[in-house]
């Protein structure tokens, strides 16, 4: 049952108006309360018919979920990223007006967003509709925590508003996104695929194996681009649902942004935190999935014993470790890797959990691990300046943090792998892999195959 009643949104409207200071002409409130089930597709769909920016995150492995619709505000920065957006985060955060009955994580004031993985990259016009940080505070947004379902609705008041009509305008908008809205079934199919530079991006494998051999660096992560051109525009709720269906144990994102959409399933945590519980992930190391069980143990095993993809993990591991010191207090972390498995793909994997200390937020760990040796290589410095001179696309929001915060100080972002830009009836994927002084490039070619698949079966490749 909603909670909050007409006679009740009113009130709290029109307090928040009288309570707007001397000097400032608008004041953010943030009203949530419980509803009924409504499933969280449903109200992106339905979000669509407003004409306006949605996002979408979920963490299947938490059955977690936020659909927003709107942009009430935006935080842009691109010098100083980590900086700026939490000084204007916690300005935004400490001034705003908050009633929630429950404190639930993803709820309140949220903001949602990402950054690109390399802000000294020279941004193409493919990335135009992204900033290099970018974050938003949704007007309306659909939290599932815990099998709970809350409703927020985020309003920017200025001092001439009426409260009576502006509770109308919400219920109208609540009426709306809130009804079931059937997600179209018609299916896509790739039209023709166009791999941009292969034999290009493999002379740039052998060029960052040789720069590796004369310990320039020890690790480079070199990505490429897949260009594909679809039957039909894509239909983003769709294509979620796709996602939902085929990549278990995955990060699920949209953000949408005028005509594009960034989208993925990527299985890489960079780092959670809930009470000052912090929860990191170091991912590296890849292969397929067996066709039987048999297979597929034996596959597992093998990526167990492999020593260039237990060298690639380990880089991940001690870099995290290292960065968790800073910020963290008892920093766990196991010895051994363990596999995670996947749809399409396997990885090794190795969870780290710890406390962060007083006086550092999420984005102090976010500035500190990005990017992972997982995704840029390592020393960073030696790793990204290689990328930045020979690699051959503008990532983007590609292998870069994404996800969300709330005004509770709880927040997670994962590492945007497993994706790709969508632009109508176009798509732009990505995949990467780990150069070390053993890679062979036409493996790894391979293995950035194996990479795209989780993105071309939505599609219907």
């Known amino acids: 049952m909603i909670e909050i009643k007409e006679k009740e949104l009113e009130a709290l409207l029109g307090q928040a108006i009288q309570r707007i200071a001397p000097g400032e002409n608008f004041q953010l409130v ?90 000294k990259k020279e941004q193409t016009d493919l ?55 059937p997600i179209p079934e018609d299916s896509l199919s790739i039209l023709n695929k166009k791999e941009i530079e292969p034999e290009r991006w493999k002379d740039t494998v052998m060029k960052a194996t040789a720069e590796i ?39 699920i994102f949209a953000f949408e942004k005028e005509s594009d959409c960034f989208v993925g399933a990527t299985p890489e945590r960079l780092v959670k935190v809930e009470q000052n519980q912090l929860l990191s992930t170091c991912l590296a190391g890849t292969a397929p999935r067996g066709e039987t069980i048999e297979e597929d143990k034996k596959i597992g095993q093998s990526l167990l014993n492999d020593s260039k993809n237990r060298e690639e993990h380990d880089f991940v591991v001690r870099m995290i470790k290292e960065g968790m010191k800073k910020y963290c207090t008892n920093v766990d972390i196991p010895a051994e890797p363990v596999i995670y498995p996947l749809k399409n793909l396997q990885h090794l994997y190795t969870p780290v959990t710890a406390t962060l200390k007083d006086g550092y937020s999420i984005f102090d760990i976010i500035g500190e691990l990005h990017p992972t040796p997982a995704l840029g290589g390592t020393p960073r410095d030696a790793s990204l300046q290689f990328i930045r001179d020979n690699e051959l696309l503008d990532r983007g929001w590609y292998g870069a943090p994404v996800g969300w915060l709330d005004s509770s100080r709880n927040g997670e972002f994962a590492v945007a792998i497993r994706s790709g830009l969508i632009q109508g009836d176009e798509a732009s994927l990505f995949a990467g892999c780990g150069i070390v002084k053993d890679s062979d490039a036409e493996k790894e070619y391979e293995e950035t195959n194996i990479k795209f698949l989780p993105m071309l079966t939505v599609f219907g490749g």
């Open 30 to 119: 943030s009203i949530t309360k419980k509803v009924k089930f409504t499933d969280p597709l449903h109200f992106f769909e339905a979000a669509k018919y407003m004409n306006r920016d949605r996002v979408y995150w979920t963490s299947t492995a938490d059955t977690f979920t936020i659909a927003g619709v709107g942009n009430v505000h935006e935080i842009t920065a691109k010098n100083n990223r980590f900086l700026v957006t939490e000084e204007e985060w916690e300005d935004i955060r400490s001034k705003a007006i908050i009633h929630q009955e429950e404190n639930v994580p993803g709820t309140g004031v949220v903001t949602l967003g990402g950054m690109s993985f390399d802000p």
């Open 127 to 181: 990335w135009r509709n992204f900033q290099p940080s970018q974050f938003i505070i949704p007007a309306y947004m659909l939290t599932v925590y815990n099998k709970r379902h809350y409703f927020t609705m985020n309003i920017l008041i200025n001092k001439d508003d009426h409260p009576v009509q502006l509770a109308n305008e919400l219920a109208k908008a609540e009426e709306m996104l809130l009804a079931k809205s």
């Open 213 to 251: 051999q004369a310990k320039q660096a020890q690790k480079i992560v070199l990505a490429r681009e897949l260009r594909i051109k679809l039957s039909k525009q894509a239909n983003i709720s769709q294509v979620l649902q796709e996602l939902l269906d085929k990549q278990p144990n995955s990060y």
